[in-house]
């Protein structure tokens, strides 16, 4: 065997192991740029409610989070 066969099949192998340890760690977002925490938010923003938030009339709306709720 080829040592690119040994290792897929190293990997296969170890392919359960790693099934059932991914429910014991913690899944952790990593963003490898300057300005970390804005891209994120830009990221997860949606972009429908950005725009209804945006309009005076929906503003103070508890949708937007930022109203009286």
Same mark, same amino acid.
């Given at each position: 065997?080829?040592?690119? %066969? #040994? !290792?897929?099949?190293? $990997?296969?192998?170890?392919?359960?192991?790693?099934?059932?340890?991914?429910? &014991?760690? @913690?899944?952790?977002?990593?963003?490898?740029?300057? %300005? #970390? !925490?804005?891209?994120? $938010?830009?990221?997860?923003?949606?972009?429908?409610?950005?725009?209804?938030? &945006?309009? @005076?009339?929906?503003?103070?709306?508890?949708?937007?989070?930022?109203?009286?709720?």
């Amino acid at each position: 065997m080829s040592m690119r %066969d #040994d !290792f897929v099949e190293v $990997v296969k192998q170890g392919f359960g192991e790693r099934v059932e340890d991914q429910g &014991a760690r @913690p899944c952790v977002e990593v963003w490898p740029e300057d %300005d #970390d !925490f804005g891209r994120w $938010v830009a990221s997860h923003t949606d972009k429908v409610r950005a725009i209804v938030c &945006a309009a @005076p009339e929906f503003k103070d709306d508890p949708f937007c989070g930022r109203g009286l709720h």
